[in-house]
Protein backbone atom coordinates (compact mmCIF):
# COMPACT_ATOMS: atom_id res chain seq x y z
CA UNK A 1 0.00 0.00 0.00
CA UNK A 2 1.02 3.48 -0.92
CA UNK A 3 -0.28 6.62 -0.01
CA UNK A 4 -0.17 8.41 -3.28
CA UNK A 5 -2.22 11.64 -2.43
CA UNK A 6 -3.06 14.00 0.85
CA UNK A 7 -5.73 16.83 0.69
CA UNK A 8 -5.87 19.12 3.73
CA UNK A 9 -8.43 21.63 5.00
CA UNK A 10 -7.21 23.70 7.78
CA UNK A 11 -9.49 24.43 10.48
CA UNK A 12 -9.52 27.08 13.39
CA UNK A 13 -11.33 25.27 16.11
CA UNK A 14 -10.59 24.65 19.57
CA UNK A 15 -9.44 21.01 19.08
CA UNK A 16 -10.07 20.49 15.29
CA UNK A 17 -7.68 21.81 13.10
CA UNK A 18 -7.76 20.25 9.75
CA UNK A 19 -9.50 17.46 7.57
CA UNK A 20 -7.57 15.48 5.09
CA UNK A 21 -8.34 13.25 2.75
CA UNK A 22 -5.74 10.40 1.11
CA UNK A 23 -5.85 8.52 -2.08
CA UNK A 24 -3.97 5.59 -1.54
CA UNK A 25 -2.40 3.45 -4.70
CA UNK A 26 -4.25 6.50 -6.51
CA UNK A 27 -6.97 4.36 -6.80
CA UNK A 28 -8.84 4.16 -3.16
CA UNK A 29 -10.05 7.58 -0.85
CA UNK A 30 -10.97 7.97 2.55
CA UNK A 31 -12.26 11.44 3.58
CA UNK A 32 -12.99 13.14 6.81
CA UNK A 33 -9.55 12.22 8.46
CA UNK A 34 -9.50 14.66 11.24
CA UNK A 35 -6.21 16.21 12.75
CA UNK A 36 -7.19 17.00 16.48
CA UNK A 37 -5.10 18.98 19.18
CA UNK A 38 -5.44 16.64 22.05
CA UNK A 39 -3.67 16.75 25.60
CA UNK A 40 -0.83 15.35 23.81
CA UNK A 41 -0.15 17.10 20.75
CA UNK A 42 -1.75 15.90 17.66
CA UNK A 43 -3.27 13.00 16.54
CA UNK A 44 -5.46 11.70 14.20
CA UNK A 45 -9.11 10.59 14.04
CA UNK A 46 -10.58 8.13 11.46
CA UNK A 47 -14.22 8.61 9.94
CA UNK A 48 -16.81 7.84 12.09
CA UNK A 49 -20.44 7.84 12.56
CA UNK A 50 -22.16 8.36 15.08
CA UNK A 51 -24.34 5.58 16.85
CA UNK A 52 -28.04 5.51 18.51
CA UNK A 53 -26.37 5.09 21.61
CA UNK A 54 -24.05 8.34 21.64
CA UNK A 55 -20.49 7.19 20.15
CA UNK A 56 -18.71 7.05 17.70
CA UNK A 57 -18.08 4.43 15.60
CA UNK A 58 -15.31 4.30 12.83
CA UNK A 59 -16.58 3.94 9.24
CA UNK A 60 -12.91 3.07 7.77
CA UNK A 61 -9.99 2.22 9.87
CA UNK A 62 -5.74 0.92 9.65
CA UNK A 63 -6.39 -2.92 10.87
CA UNK A 64 -2.49 -3.08 11.82
CA UNK A 65 -0.23 -0.63 13.37
CA UNK A 66 1.78 0.00 11.22
CA UNK A 67 -0.69 1.20 8.19
CA UNK A 68 -2.18 3.57 11.08
CA UNK A 69 1.52 4.94 11.81
CA UNK A 70 1.84 5.61 7.61
CA UNK A 71 -1.00 7.12 7.62
CA UNK A 72 -0.77 9.38 10.79
CA UNK A 73 2.64 10.39 9.12
CA UNK A 74 1.31 11.25 5.67
CA UNK A 75 -1.57 13.32 7.57
CA UNK A 76 0.33 15.41 10.15
CA UNK A 77 3.33 15.89 7.46
CA UNK A 78 0.43 17.00 5.06
CA UNK A 79 -0.92 19.63 8.22
CA UNK A 80 2.60 21.15 8.35
CA UNK A 81 2.77 21.85 5.47
CA UNK A 82 -0.57 23.21 4.78
CA UNK A 83 0.10 25.36 7.93
CA UNK A 84 3.65 26.60 7.15
CA UNK A 85 2.24 27.43 3.31
CA UNK A 86 -0.52 29.37 5.07
CA UNK A 87 1.70 31.51 7.27
CA UNK A 88 3.40 32.60 4.31
CA UNK A 89 0.83 33.41 2.43
CA UNK A 90 -0.48 36.06 5.44
CA UNK A 91 3.23 37.42 5.35
Given at each position: ?18 VA ?22 FI ?13 DI ?32
Amino acid sequence: MKITDVRMRLKDETKLKGVASITIDDCFVVHDIKVIDGKDGLFISMPSKKTAEGEHKDIAHPINTETREEIKNAVLSAYEKALSSQSEDAE
